[in-house]
């Protein structure tokens, strides 16, 4: 472990863990330390169970934090092994916590802020926009879903300011890929930053979208993690740089995991973004 992050360790207690969707659930954990360092688009790293069964800890965005309460909070889907254990994960338990960790959202006196968020990628931009309202700045969201149950805290962003909502079956908002209303809103508006989360094909479209008018956005790359410390290389990931390839490995969980989208390099050969070798998915 880098000397940096061994401070980062913490126990936390669960406040709350229940469930929003049949496969996603959204986790309060009284954590003072960690809730008073964190800034938007950072992750913890969560060991989802007492012992070493997964050996690995688990990687989620911050979702929510309030450093006043001590508390943070994480939304997260019921993949495999590790998601299924923390579900069943009880109120009063501990839970260690390794963080916040990586560099988080970067903000330099923008005034209005588009963001755009899919899937469990609508985790983290809570906090940004709540962050960003609370210097009164304007902020305009746009999330989608395969479905509506998956429009994970719409409401929360309404409160923010204008939300538009898409669905992969039209069950919520309008049937369409969450870059269609964004290309539209673009056509008359022009925010100072995008701020992206999503999967790789969602990011790519919408670095398409923001590069081709020239407006700076951010995107969190969510690459499968080993230790999360920078250290097994398991979560590199190529973005622009001058060498001679024109790129250079970069490792998300230190390096990022939010990036410029104009130098994130989407549309390498499949292998080279392949994820590396430090699963424990078996174990
Ligand atoms: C920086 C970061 C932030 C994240 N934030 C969140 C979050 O807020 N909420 C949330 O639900 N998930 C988030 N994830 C993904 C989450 O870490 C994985 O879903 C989780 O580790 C799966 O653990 P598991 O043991 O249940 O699944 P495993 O048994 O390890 O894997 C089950 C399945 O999930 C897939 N999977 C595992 N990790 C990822 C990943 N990173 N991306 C895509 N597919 C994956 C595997 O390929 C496999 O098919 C984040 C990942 C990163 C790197
Ligand atoms: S997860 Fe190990 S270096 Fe990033």
Not at 95 to 114: D, I, K, M, Q, T
Not at 155 to 165: D, I, N, S, T, V
Not at 267 to 272: D, G, I, K, N
Request: hydrophobic residues 40%; glycine residues 12%.
């Amino acid at each position: 472990m880098l000397r940096e992050d061994a401070g980062k360790i913490q126990m936390a207690t669960i406040v709350e863990n229940k469930p929003l969707a049949s496969d996603v659930y959204h986790i309060t954990l009284q954590a003072p330390r960690l809730a008073a360092a964190a800034k938007p688009g950072q992750f913890v790293m969560v060991r989802v169970a007492p012992g070493f069964a997964p050996t690995l800890r688990r990687p989620f965005s911050l979702h929510r934090f309030d450093r006043e309460a001590g508390r943070i909070e994480l939304i997260y889907q019921v993949l495999g092994k590790g998601t299924a254990l923390l579900a069943g994960r009880k109120p009063g338990e501990e839970l260690e916590l390794l963080g916040p960790l990586g560099n988080g959202f970067w903000f330099s006196g923008e005034s209005r802020v588009a963001l755009v968020g899919g899937g469990m990628g609508i985790t983290p931009l809570l906090a940004a926009a709540e962050h960003l309202a609370g210097e009164g700045k304007e902020v305009v969201t746009f999330l989608g879903a395969r479905t509506g149950d998956y429009l994970l805290a719409a409401e929360k962003f309404a409160h923010l300011g204008p939300l538009y909502l898409t669905t992969d079956d039209g069950s919520r908002g309008e049937k369409a890929l969450v870059t269609k209303p964004l290309a539209e809103y673009l056509e008359n508006n022009r925010p100072d930053l995008v701020l992206a989360c999503g999967p790789l094909p969602m990011l790519r479209a919408v670095a398409e979208v923001v590069n081709s008018r020239g407006i700076p956005a951010q995107v969190s790359l969510e690459q499968r993690m080993g230790c999360g410390l920078g250290v097994c290389l398991g979560c590199a990931f190529p973005i622009r740089a001058e060498t001679p390839e024109g790129y250079t490995y970069k490792r998300v969980c230190h390096d990022g995991p939010v990036f410029w989208a104009h130098e994130v390099l989407f549309a390498l050969p499949a292998e080279t973004t392949k994820q590396g070798g430090c699963s424990d998915e078996q174990s």
